[in-house]
């Protein structure tokens, strides 16, 4: 749920308008009068508003599967073209670091074009609604910044689809490419291409884990090195 307040926007109170001096000589005022003044002075200031959070749409989450698919069908072709033989690696510490920093390269090589991904605009839109409302522009209220800024979490979340999708496609040719079969370095043994899972399967695997980013993939290593060190020293635990 986008929420936004008033003095969270603008950094103001919301206080009565000043009233307006005049030269004109005072009349008697109307009954029309008396009653805009009192409707005025019932009316409640606008203090909060809320949008409700809206999703990624259909076709940002389609073209993040077709990313995926298009770096699986990628594997599958270096596969049969090259038939990339297994990276031999000694331990599961030195899979999960070789994880990481695939993870991290895939992050670093994608991040100068994450600017045309989904997301600027609204973000401009979003800030020049709370422009609008501070320097009290009457087409500016607070409902409208409120669903400028459910725009802004709407147009997050597609990035974050369309940046995962790149990232695992990316990073299941670089597997397939390199011979970092997870799956097979895991269990320590090159399966027969049809008796186990596929080669392209275990690429897409690993590029599924690269595309996560480095954070999963950190928490992962953290969690071996606090394995590791529990059964070198059960009593410290």
Known sequence: MALVRRTAVDGRPVTAAPATTSLTVPR??????????????NTPAE??????DRPARLWAVLLGLAFVAGG?????????????????????AAVIVSLLLAAMVVERALEPFTRWLPGRGARNRYEQQIADL??????????????????????????????WGVATAVGTVLAAGTGFHLLRMLVAADLPGRSGMPVWA???????????GTKPV???????????AQRR???ES
């Not at 008697?28 to 002075?41: F, G, M, T, V, W």
């Not at 203090?47 to 409700?52: L, S």
């Not at 800024?149 to 974050?160: F, H, I, L, N």
Request: net charge negative; charged share 20%.
């Open 28 to 41: 008697q005022p109307s009954a029309a009068d008396i009653d805009e003044a009192l409707a005025a002075a």
């Open 47 to 52: 203090e909060i508003a809320a949008a409700p």
């Open 72 to 92: 699986g069908a990628a594997a599958f072709a270096i596969d049969q073209a090259y038939a990339v033989p297994t990276l031999p690696l000694l331990n599961e």
């Open 134 to 163: 501070a320097n009290r522009l009457p087409n500016a209220t607070l409902s409208s910044v409120a669903a400028a800024k459910a725009r802004v979490g709407q147009r997050r979340a597609e990035k974050s689809v369309l940046t």
């Open 202 to 212: 275990d690429a897409l695997a690993a590029g599924l884990i690269i595309g996560s």
């Open 218 to 228: 950190h928490d992962l290593l953290i969690r071996l090195q606090q394995g590791n």
């Open 233 to 235: 020293d059960p009593a």
